[in-house]
């Protein structure tokens, strides 16, 4: 099983590291991680390496908001983007998702449950990216689709 890379953005060390305990404790794939303490930081540790991103909201210098636009912005559609935050608006999330592009929001504090619940449709059975299948076109992200889902 090939390691799965993933960019962790956040400004707390802390928090990056309990978004790795997480994902660790989850056990659906073997990770490998990069980490990033802001956005500008992230878009220069950015590569095609990278599977999956991890991004906090409030971070000095450039938001994780506008990290995940300037990621959509390059070309990278299928890329998962989690956002991992402590703004828990409607109003965020609809941002998050639709302007910056994320795929999936996760409130802070988070459980290794949650975090299963918001990305294991971007795994396949042997610990690689999902591809294929999640697809929803153009249309406009909800916030409530994703609370229906879970």
Do not use: C, H
């Not at 490998?32 to 802001?38: I, K, L, R, V």
């Amino acid at each position: 099983m090939s390691k799965i890379k993933a960019l962790v953005v956040d400004d707390s060390k802390i928090m990056r590291s309990q978004v790795k305990r997480a994902l660790d404790q989850l056990m659906i794939a073997e990770f490998e991680y990069e980490e990033a303490m802001d956005g500008e930081d992230a878009l220069e540790k950015f590569n095609d390496d990278i599977d999956i991103l991890f991004v906090d909201w409030n971070m000095p210098k450039m938001t994780g908001v506008e990290f995940s636009r300037a990621i959509r912005d390059k070309g990278y559609d299928k890329i998962p983007i989690i956002m991992v935050t402590a703004e828990k608006s409607m109003g965020k999330v609809d941002k998050a998702l639709n302007e910056g592009g994320a795929n999936e929001y996760i409130t802070k504090p988070f459980t290794a449950d949650k975090m299963s619940k918001a990305i294991s449709r971007y795994f396949d059975d042997n610990g690689q990216i999902a591809t294929g299948g999640e697809e929803e076109g153009d249309e406009k992200k909800s916030f409530f689709s994703s609370i229906l889902k879970s």
